[in-house]
């Protein structure tokens, strides 16, 4: 049996499942890597993508900061870029926790500059492995999953759920190199993969002569344009022959989940722990709690959704954790009431409120941006396991019992996950979810600032302002709610 193959990407990302590969069109690289680099591709990309960005590199700009000299240093850039001698700078290193117990991920925030190199590389990338691309979130592969199951034995299907041992830290970089160079041509372009795989992530304030203390001989680094795409390259020739085993194979990132009959389920197993040896990959060994093979019949979990057939719901741990970045919104409206109306005496405690069930709301129903939706919710909508949501809603409703300003009871306007569970999945731009898309003119950006108490009643702000604050606002709003998806949870 066949099946699609997954890879996730971090965005910042997001975790994101590949197509199942299929022959590439032929691509003149040279001529390609040469129109994707030149300075005016640069210079309309940055404008574009990263004039407004607020994330700073190891050289502390942010778009705006970077754009004043950003002509002169994207055609230098271009020109290094085209003839290979290009380098990044270190990239900023950022840890984020995978809960207690588990080493946290290094991440790498490179440069603006260096970002705009690494878009146009990831774009190079994607148009000579377009087999590769990521296409769909992973709660689309688990409706694949459940709707594949519900015709199978639960006694004699086989499910075998595992994962690579330090996925991106173990791939060897020059065999991805040598990979790399069977559909490459063009040297340029190869020597500047070559250097971001080799430029160190650094802590910050780290100086310069300790740099080379934290280069690494193995491993591509997470958090890069290219870092999704270059592993799951690594992983093709493996994902093209584990569907020809008679087994139904799912790769994401790490986590790899395998159905049939078991014998060949076993077999596929052993043959799939083999080629990943051969690449200096590992998997955890069967009976060690992160590797099960077991009967259909029995619960088992993938990417943060537990399957106790024919429910399927969400992981213990995953559903706490959404309760407690809940309860740090009380916890913080709670704690920097006092300090928030000196500091902005134009809000007051009504006011507050209102935002904070404003922005309440918005957690829990997700939202929508660049058509991509984003939430708790919009991840496991996956689940057939209902009575979770009500249990939810009211340990939230439950929280508002230790608010005294809101009368110790849930106010009417407080939405509710078991809606947006259906208004997420059948019926996003119908008004219940927020959709960013549908803010477009300075007029609705100041709208929604004022309303959510960003803008002060005095303030005379122009376009560019408007438009810088409203997309830092947005920044931030997303990648709250990209912390409460279950990616960071698998």
Not at 4 to 10: G, M
Not at 309 to 315: C, D, L, N
Not at 325 to 349: C, G, M, Q, V, W
Not at 361 to 368: C, K, V
Request: aromatic share 10%.
């Amino acid at each position: 049996m066949t099946s699609p193959l997954n890879a996730k990407p971090l965005p910042l990302p997001l975790p994101l499942p590949l197509l199942a590969a299929s022959t590439p069109v032929p691509i003149d690289d040279t001529t390609l890597f040469g129109a994707l680099f030149s300075a005016t591709a640069f210079e309309t990309v940055f404008k574009e993508e990263f004039a407004s960005t607020t994330g700073k590199g190891v050289d502390r700009l942010n778009g705006f900061q970077f754009a004043m000299n950003a002509k002169v240093q994207l055609a230098t850039a271009s020109t290094k870029c085209l003839i290979g001698t290009y380098r990044f700078s270190p990239f900023l290193e950022v840890l984020k926790t995978k809960g207690r117990g588990k080493n946290p991920r290094l991440i790498g925030i490179p440069t603006v500059r260096d970002r705009v190199v690494l878009h146009q590389l990831n774009k190079f990338l994607a148009n000579l492995y377009p087999e590769r691309v990521p296409k769909n979130v992973a709660s689309t592969y688990v409706r694949e999953i459940s709707s594949d199951l519900k015709g199978k034995s639960p006694t004699e299907t086989w499910i075998c759920s595992t994962d690579i041992k330090t996925f991106y830290d173990s791939i060897q970089r020059d065999r991805l190199l040598r990979v790399l160079a069977k559909r490459i041509e063009s040297q340029s372009a190869l020597k500047l993969i070559g250097h971001a795989l080799a430029t160190p992530t650094v802590p910050k304030n780290t100086r310069r002569a300790k740099h080379s203390d934290y280069r690494t001989d193995v491993g591509v680094p997470q958090g890069l344009a290219i870092s999704n795409i270059l592993a799951s390259i690594y992983m093709q020739e493996v994902d093209d022959v584990m569907p020809t085993m008679g087994i139904t194979y799912y790769r994401y990132v790490d986590d790899v989940l395998m159905y049939g009959d078991h014998d060949v389920v076993q077999k596929a197993f052993g043959s799939l722990r083999a080629r990943l040896r051969r690449r200096g990959l590992s998997l955890h060994p069967l009976g060690s709690g992160k590797s099960h093979l077991q009967q259909l019949s029995k619960p088992f979990g993938y990417l943060g959704y537990t399957f106790d057939w024919p429910v399927i719901s969400v992981r213990d741990s995953t559903t706490e954790r959404f309760l407690q970045s809940i309860a740090a919104k009380f916890s913080d409206y709670t704690h920097n009431k006092t300090r928030r109306l000196e500091r902005f005496k134009y809000l007051t405690p009504e006011r507050l409120k209102e935002i904070f069930v404003l922005e309440l709301n918005e957690r829990i129903t997700g939202a929508i941006s660049h058509k991509k939706r984003y939430g708790w919710i919009a991840y496991f909508n996956q689940i057939s396991d209902l009575k979770l949501l009500h249990r939810l809603d009211n340990a939230i409703e439950g929280m508002f019992k230790r608010l005294p300003d809101f009368g110790c009871k849930a106010p009417a306007d407080l939405k509710r996950l078991r809606r947006a569970y259906f208004e997420m999945k059948f019926s996003p731009q119908g008004g219940y979810v927020r959709d960013y898309d549908k803010i477009t003119t300075r007029a609705e950006m100041l709208a929604l600032l004022t309303e959510r108490g960003r803008v002060g009643t005095e303030e005379a702000l122009t376009d560019e302002q408007i438009k810088d604050r409203y997309e830092k606002y947005l920044q931030h709003v997303l990648a709250t709610m990209h912390k409460d998806e279950g990616v960071l949870y698998g």
